[in-house]
């Protein structure tokens, strides 16, 4: 405010010096015309000086203005990134934990698959390797294949035209012999080949005089995979 006060003191001091000329009959010089000459100018000057300020400080308080509005902006941003980078390392952790939890339980049910595979296979092998008793006699037919009989066609009891050999068991392993019975004899005297060799060593030869087929020593198998493996053929004499 004296600012203001010393400038238009300023602006005023020339007509007062004026005035007090004139009244000393100094240059007689109209008010008027010193004011149109001097004094219009001068305060335009300082009018437009005033202006200036006024324009500067307006512009400076806008400036301002927008510099804390963008401050508070840029603190704003911040605080929004940095709740948003929490919940991003929140949710990094949980999913972290829900991975190892994932990871955890698929490993335990590997470990149950694999128990489960290890049941079923020893129980299929169970239930694939038949529970004998000791001192019980089966009967078989022929020999399905080079020394070993397929147990699926066992029975419990001698039929004729279909059981040939009997097996006397001790637990999975046989001592087995041809049948002493004229049905297997009938069968097995017309083709040896088929019916005796498999399975028997003989001691002699067939003959048109052969009543019989006689074991003298038992054979020996083991039952592995649902079929009797021989481990040692059988003796008979044809007598």
């Known amino acids: 405010m004296k600012k203001y006060i010393f400038l238009f003191s300023g602006f005023f001091s020339p007509f ?3 005035a007090q000329s004139n009244n000393q009959g100094a240059n ?14 001068i305060l335009i000057s300082i009018l437009l000086i005033l202006l200036g300020f ?15 509005k963008k401050n508070q902006a840029i603190k704003d941003a911040e605080e ?9 390392d929140d949710e990094r952790k949980a999913h972290a934990k829900e991975k190892a939890d994932l990871e955890r339980k698929n490993k335990d049910l590997e470990e149950q698959i694999k128990q489960l595979k290890a049941l079923t296979t020893s129980t299929e092998a169970t239930q694939k390797q038949p529970q ?11 020999p399905s294949g ?27 392993e046989a001592a087995f012999e041809f049948i002493d019975h ?22 002699n030869a067939p003959s048109q005089k052969t009543t019989k087929i006689v074991t003298v020593n038992r054979g020996k198998a083991i039952l592995e995979d649902n079929f009797w493996h021989i481990t040692q053929k059988a003796i008979v004499t044809y007598k």
Request: hydrophobic share 45%; net charge neutral.
């Open 16 to 18: 007062i010096a004026i």
């Open 54 to 68: 006024l324009i500067i400080s307006r512009l400076k308080k806008e400036h301002q203005v927008a510099i804390d």
């Open 28 to 41: 007689q010089v109209s008010f008027y015309t010193i004011f149109m000459e001097w004094g219009i100018p």
């Open 182 to 203: 004229p049905s297997a004899f009938n069968y097995a005297i017309g083709d040896t080949i088929r019916y005796i060799n498999p399975a028997c060593e003989a001691v």
């Open 80 to 88: 929004t990134l940095s709740l948003f980078r929490k919940k991003l």
């Open 132 to 142: 004998l008793l000791d001192n019980k006699t089966i009967y078989l037919s022929i």
């Open 146 to 172: 080079e020394l070993k009989f397929n147990h699926s066609y066992s029975k419990n009891f001698m039929e004729e035209g279909s059981s040939f050999y009997a097996f006397h068991l001790n637990g999975n």
